[in-house]
């Protein structure tokens, strides 16, 4: 099973940005010294909700401080971003860091960023949907081409010239049917948030997989899950910190997403996101849906968050962890000591497991 963290550049400590920046950053470096296999970071605009705005750009600090840990953007939102400069700054990047360098891909869901970049969250499904092609054929081939709907782009040779790149090295986060059919269809490794009950994602998960066999003949691979971790060794402590630190960034995610606006609902291909609204609104408001997400993370002690873990194992079968510790504001000093006791006391047990059939 490999194991990574991922920084979310959640700024609600009141530390000056570039102070912020930096320690945050840093915790993708220490990761390797933990025996991590991924480092992976966010790309997000303009807020206190997360502010990271070139996730290759940030890797490449981690890929200087680094030797053998995984590098992934978690994800490039390829609406907001040039194809051509996705597959440039790929490129160069993985070039600098000797071949470690997973490409991450998503569409986003934030009309607050949307807007700002002059893009309608109507036109997101298909924009990323011929990004993405361009984007994975460019790394494969070692030039951009393309005439497609959003994107018109005249031959352009790739400098440094990509090396070893094939869809095994992409990733797509997938958290809509939608999302999951394009991700099957393309051939690529899915990446799910924590949002709730993993027993409501299934459907989508087994469409994923029957999907990916039927269009490539072979098992997809396992998934990847995103998850908020609170992982102290005293349990009044995990659930102290819940109440302070995982309650002030949930309500940065609902605020960022809107997720209890109706504007979801005019836009079939975020039906996940109007679902999670009807259901927080019909199952007791915001409260219900705090419960509900703080189930479908990681939050107890080690011992608690193995047996979360088998309890999920037992449901999605084999997935990957892509872990994020750093949020709402928590201090840094405790950032690390959670971070240490989850690489100490859960990953190995994570690393030791034998795989199981989905």
């Keep these: 099973m490999q194991v990574g963290v991922h920084l979310g550049y959640q700024n609600l400590h009141g530390l000056p940005d570039y102070e912020f920046f930096r320690k945050e950053t840093q915790l ?9 296999d991924f480092a992976a970071m966010v790309e997000h605009h303009f807020t206190d909700y997360a502010a990271c705005p070139d996730p290759l750009q940030a890797l490449s600090y981690v890929a200087a401080k680094t030797k053998t840990i995984k590098l992934m953007p978690a994800a490039v939102i390829l609406p ?30 934030a009309r607050r960023e949307f807007d700002k970049f002059g893009v309608s969250l109507h036109d997101s499904r298909e924009m ?5 092609v361009i984007i994975m054929d460019g790394l494969e081939r070692g030039y951009v081409e393309a005439d497609t709907k959003w994107y ?13 790149w094939s869809r095994e090295r992409c990733v797509m986060v997938s958290m809509s049917p939608s999302s999951c ?3 099957a269809d393309y051939g690529l490794k ?19 997989r029957t999907t990916f066999r039927e269009k490539h003949g072979k098992a997809a691979p396992p998934f990847i899950i995103s998850d908020f971790i609170v992982c102290f060794a005293d349990r009044a402590k995990v659930t102290a ?11 940065q995610v609902a605020n960022h997403y809107e997720f209890m606006s109706s504007h979801f609902k005019e836009l079939p291909s975020y039906a996940t996101y109007a679902y999670m609204g009807d259901m927080a609104a019909a199952r007791g408001g915001p409260d219900k849906a705090y419960k509900d997400y703080v189930d479908g993370n990681l939050i107890g002690t080690p011992e608690e968050l193995y047996d979360k873990h088998l309890m999920r194992k037992s449901m999605v079968g084999d997935y990957e962890i892509i872990a994020n510790f750093s ?32």
Excluded at 28 to 36: I, K, L, P, T
Excluded at 80 to 105: F, H, I, Q, S
Excluded at 191 to 208: H, N, T, V
């Design 181 to 183: 059919e394009v991700a």
């Design 80 to 109: 907001w971003n040039d194809p051509l400069r996705v597959v440039e700054k790929t490129a160069m990047l993985d070039a600098l860091c000797e071949g470690r360098l997973y490409l991450g891909m998503g569409r986003g869901a």
């Design 190 to 208: 899915a990446l799910r948030f924590s949002q709730g009950d993993w027993s409501k994602a299934m459907p989508e998960i087994d469409k994923y």
């Design 241 to 251: 910190y819940t109440d302070k630190y995982f309650a002030a960034q949930f309500l």
């Design 128 to 132: 990323f949907d011929e990004a993405a």
């Design 152 to 164: 018109k782009q005249p031959r352009a040779e790739i400098r440094p010239r990509p090396q070893g």
């Design 28 to 36: 993708a470096v220490e990761a390797e010294a933990m025996g991590f």
């Design 327 to 358: 949020f709402g504001g928590m201090p840094y000093e405790d950032v690390y000591e959670q971070m240490k006791l989850f690489a100490d006391k859960v990953m190995p047990r994570l690393k030791a497991e034998e795989p199981v059939p989905a």
